[in-house]
């Protein structure tokens, strides 16, 4: 089970990024998704999750209106649309997988939601 998360980068406040978690060796369709992100020094922390189904979406209070989670199971792929970013939102972004079952719409916002976890990709916002 892998899970590769991409399309970080440099960008201004303001501005956008889209982040892409790509599944491999197993389907994400059977898979609730979590994006966490970790600043330096800080604690690994939530952002938004979305239902193996797609029916439940959750954000983090610091992200809602600004972020939107989605998946698309034919590409075996989540993303993280990132908007209107600012300072606060620099850190590495961290994509996660929860075996689930189709009717299973609980929100996991715990890092012990998720069995599997794919590597960090930086996210830094700065003028």
């Known amino acids: 089970v892998q899970l590769q998360a991409s399309g970080g980068g440099l960008v201004q406040p303001g501005g956008s990024l889209r982040l892409s978690c790509k599944a491999s060796?197993?389907?994400?369709?059977?898979?609730?998704i979590g994006w966490f992100r970790q600043a330096p020094g800080k604690e690994r922390e939530f952002v938004a999750t979305?239902?193996?189904?797609?029916?439940?979406?959750y954000y983090a209070d610091s992200v809602k209106g600004r972020f939107t989670i989605s998946r698309d199971n034919d590409q075996n792929t989540a993303y993280l649309q990132m908007n209107n970013l600012t300072p606060e939102d620099t850190a590495a972004y961290f994509c996660?997988?929860?075996?689930?079952?189709?009717?299973?719409?609980?929100?996991?916002?715990?890092?012990?939601?998720?069995?599997?976890w794919g590597q960090g990709t930086q996210v830094t916002v700065s003028s």
């Open positions: 060796q197993f389907t994400m369709a059977h898979y609730a």
């Open positions: 979305i239902s193996r189904s797609g029916a439940m979406l």
């Open positions: 996660a997988a929860a075996a689930s079952i189709l009717t299973d719409d609980r929100r996991r916002i715990d890092e012990g939601d998720y069995e599997y």
